[in-house]
């Protein structure tokens, strides 16, 4: 259940003390899809059009290489950032025009981003990462990483040019997909489905598999290692009631393939891991749970919150309407 009568909710519940109806999630995930399959790529290659316009470009050719990923540049990097980094207005607009809830309500059951939780979760991450260190170094590898290779890359100006792009975006393109995935779907399907066995399963599967399939053709191991990481992010949402665990386990992966590329490999490759070996899942499993296990046990020493202060009666999240 989400909560007993006068109880507060649970992340994956909070729709429902927003505007009642079940056909407001259903429209809203088409809505999110919409967007980011037509307005968001549309509307944020206005800028960059006109930016390449007024440095007397070819602005079609120029606008093409943003979509190329096989062989891709820092603007075509930072393009897709931006991109991905939308998710976060679209859903707050969603969540406020369709269900009448504040966007902080996306953030945690608080309802606000809390920072020192971010901090304490970025901190746990890296511990989690020297456990996948030591693991990773007892999994033997059936082939050869076509991502990273044994010699360190030489520094140019496009190494620096994507050095800047992942330092500055990275975190708001990991912020946006938390927020998009693990933030309005989580509470779209909670409040669609409710509760299985006791437990909101359908906000953490449903969200997880849909993460997996959205970074498109991939091996049966890339599939599985992103279903997997959906999950304990889900969970990871679902019982610290908030998105700050989730995105700083994202920003410091995104951050550490994005590095290792530039350092060792190539970007393209980790745009588009087509292949990949059974023997990695027990390194990023490690990473995952390590991280997970972590983040519980802290959040339960420093009682940290998970349900609302608000009652359940539907409408009592709603946003008040401004006076005029």
């Known amino acids: 259940m989400a909560a007993g009568q006068g109880e507060g ?6 729709q429902r003390g927003g505007r009642p109806g079940a056909w407001r999630p259903v429209v809203g995930v088409l809505v999110l899809i919409a967007c980011f399959v037509v307005v968001v790529p549309v509307l944020v290659q206005i800028p960059f059009a006109i930016g390449f316009a007024v ?43 369709l269900h ?16 020192r939780w971010v901090l304490v979760c970025f901190g746990l991450s890296f511990v989690a990462l020297f ?16 991502e990273v290779s044994g010699h360190l890359n030489d520094f140019t100006t496009t190494t620096r040019d994507f050095l ?7 975190p708001l393109q990991a912020a946006g997909e938390e927020y998009a995935f693990r933030g309005y779907l989580t509470q779209a399907f909670g409040n669609l489905f409710g509760s299985w066995f006791g ?20 091996s049966p191991p890339v599939f599985f290692d992103r279903f997997a990481f959906g999950i304990v992010a889900g969970l990871l949402v679902v019982l610290t009631g908030g998105l700050e665990a989730g995105i700083a386990m994202h920003v410091l ?7 290792l590329a530039l350092a060792f490999g190539d970007m393209a490759s980790t745009l588009n891991p087509v292949g990949g070996s059974w023997w990695t ?8 749970l390590v991280y997970l296990g972590l983040v519980l046990w802290v959040a339960r020493r420093i009682g940290l919150r998970t349900t609302t202060e608000t009652p359940t009666e539907p409408g009592v999240l709603v946003a008040p309407r401004p006076r005029v």
């Open 9 to 14: 909710l649970s992340y994956p519940f909070i």
């Open 199 to 218: 437990r909101p399963v359908a906000a953490v599967l449903l969200p997880a598999l849909l993460f997996a399939l959205a970074h498109g053709a991939q």
């Open 55 to 97: 440095a007397g470009r070819d602005v079609g050719a120029e606008l093409g290489r943003l979509l190329e990923l096989d062989d891709p540049t820092p603007l075509a990097l930072a393009y897709l950032n931006v991109s991905l980094a939308c998710a976060i207005p679209v859903t707050w607009a969603i969540s406020r025009v």
């Open 253 to 259: 992966n995104n951050w550490l393939a994005f590095g």
């Open 131 to 146: 456990a996948t260190l030591v693991v990773s170094a007892l999994v033997p590898s059936t082939a050869e990483s076509p």
């Open 100 to 115: 009448g809830l504040r966007p902080g309500w996306l953030a945690s059951v608080r309802p606000r981003i809390r920072w």
């Open 281 to 288: 899942i027990p390194v990023t499993l490690t990473q995952s």
């Open 164 to 170: 800047l792009v992942v330092v500055l975006l990275t």
